[in-house]
């Protein structure tokens, strides 16, 4: 496994992955005018706004999965189909929590995404609660609820040293 900063070049393969995953995962669990806004030109877009944000995952040559950090938060996380099943998602965990660094670190996952909460939870990250997020759409935000996911990374005295506020949670999700 290689990890490198994205390249336009990668664009489409990215968005390939991400489309499909997004909809593998989120289609029959967020609200029906969500999945609606969720258009191959939708990824495209959103694709090439997060692209200097995003860090894709090489196996044997072949582009395998992504993950996007924004701040404390791991925005995004997709491994491809061929990839799925086969202990790569363990290892890009493991690395996405390194590029986070020190602290305690957040994500969303769609409300009845068990699958995602699975493995989010063998991977040691624990179930917040459930809090109202704001998604980017190419219309404009559309809130939905999400489960937060929370990890505190980093030697132990620097994470109980640590005074965390309350976050404000109007960012962009899925």
């Known amino acids: 496994m290689q990890i ?18 997004w909809h593998q995962a989120h289609a029959d669990v967020v609200p029906p005018a969500l999945t609606a806004l969720r258009s191959f030109e939708e990824f495209t877009m ?15 040559g072949q582009i395998a999965g992504f993950f996007m950090v924004d701040h404390d938060e791991i925005y995004q996380f997709y491994v491809s189909d061929a990839f799925q099943g086969s202990g790569l998602a363990q290892q890009m965990m493991a690395a996405t929590e390194a590029e986070l660094g020190h602290g305690l670190k957040w994500l969303a996952c769609s409300v009845g995404n068990t699958r995602a909460s699975r493995f989010y939870e063998a991977c040691g990250w624990v179930q917040a609660g459930t809090i109202p997020y704001e998604v980017e759409t190419g219309e404009g935000p559309l809130q939905i609820d999400v489960w937060r996911y929370e990890k505190r990374l980093g030697p132990q005295e620097q994470a109980e040293a640590m005074i965390v506020a309350d976050p404000v949670v109007t960012q962009r999700a899925m």
């Open 4 to 21: 490198k900063p994205a390249h336009p070049d990668d664009a489409a393969r990215l968005v390939e992955i991400w489309y499909h995953g």
């Open 46 to 60: 959103r694709m090439r706004v997060h692209l200097k944000h995003t860090q894709v995952v090489w196996v044997e």
